[in-house]
């Protein structure tokens, strides 16, 4: 096993210097503590808390169906889980400038260290789903980032994310919004697409030359070579649902066989064993604070 989570303590790296760094920075997905942990103990430097999954997780679609206080509560246990950075999927701000300075300003609270806001309106639909995803009023939508810009200051990372592309618009429409969405204070843009192949991601880098940093979601175009981003001076890359896609995945398969053998004996071989949970959620930790802080009657001890 990797070594298990430590003592909890604020990121050494923020969000904000994996964005600058000069190599190609990954995000993972989590959408809860077990998630984040096991990212962080992967070797992961900061994650991705995903509207879709941390919807999923709880029961909800991705719809804005989940409400802003059901996202801040899950990153608040994602960060005390991880002591990474945490950019999370602000949707596009649950409502309008009011309600995304509001839901910024208490992520920032509770451990994220940066929203990422989209350019549609609320409540929205997940990118994958059906053809109709249309899109905010740059001005109006500009006016929300540059609520949450005034309300978090400096160090709070904020990702103006536009959706011109899955919208079907063209480049110069993606271009213009991300033009727009700097000028009212993002430190970012992350443009998405639904293309098999990354064309059209590549085009608008190269178009926005870094203007500031790219970042991508190659959920759809998964087959292309990392080295075409890094070749691309891209910022980050999202793995955005593969988390949530691999546990749903793997308990389908482990329900299937304990109510089809009316057993465990079969699959206990293939889970983790509950020693790896305990050292993936350290407590050993426990343990060590228990003799330091409890009287020693209490816990056993003579």
């Not at 200051?153 to 079907?168: C, K, S």
């Not at 213009?176 to 098999?196: C, Q």
């Amino acid at each position: 096993m990797p070594k298990p989570v430590g003592t909890l303590e604020d990121p050494t790296t923020t969000l904000r210097d994996l964005m600058l760094s000069s190599d190609l920075t990954f995000l993972m997905e989590a959408h809860d503590g077990i998630s984040s942990a096991i990212a962080a103990q992967a070797g992961f430097k900061g994650l991705w808390a995903s509207g879709l999954s941390i919807s999923s997780a709880i029961g909800y679609r991705d719809a804005n169906e989940a409400s802003w206080t059901d996202v801040v509560g899950v990153v608040e246990r994602m960060a005390d889980a991880s002591g990474l950075p945490i950019l999370v999927d602000g949707d596009t701000g649950f409502g309008n400038f009011n309600n995304a300075r509001i839901v910024a300003r208490k992520l920032k609270q509770r451990g994220a260290s940066g929203i990422c806001l989209e350019d549609k309106g609320f409540p929205k639909m997940n990118s994958f789903v059906g053809d109709r995803q249309p899109l905010a009023d740059i001005d109006e939508f500009s006016g929300r980032l540059s609520a949450v810009r005034d309300t978090t200051g400096p160090d709070f990372v904020l990702v103006a994310r536009t959706e011109a592309l899955i919208a079907d618009h063209s480049l110069d429409e993606a271009l213009v919004r991300a033009h727009a969405y700097a000028k009212a204070g993002a430190d970012a843009i992350l443009i998405h697409s639904r293309k098999s192949v990354p064309d059209e991601i590549l085009a608008f880098s190269k178009e926005w030359n870094n203007k500031l940093p790219v970042m991508i979601v190659p959920t759809k175009y998964y087959r292309t070579p990392v080295a075409e981003y890094r070749a691309a001076a891209i910022s980050t890359v999202i793995w955005a649902n593969h988390n949530m896609r691999a546990a749903i995945s793997a308990m389908r398969q482990v329900c299937d066989r304990i109510i089809q053998e009316e057993s465990i004996a079969g699959i206990e071989g293939e889970v983790a064993t509950l020693d790896e949970l305990f050292d993936l959620m350290n407590y050993g930790e426990l343990a060590v604070a228990e003799d330091k802080y409890l009287p020693q009657a209490a816990h056993g001890h003579e």
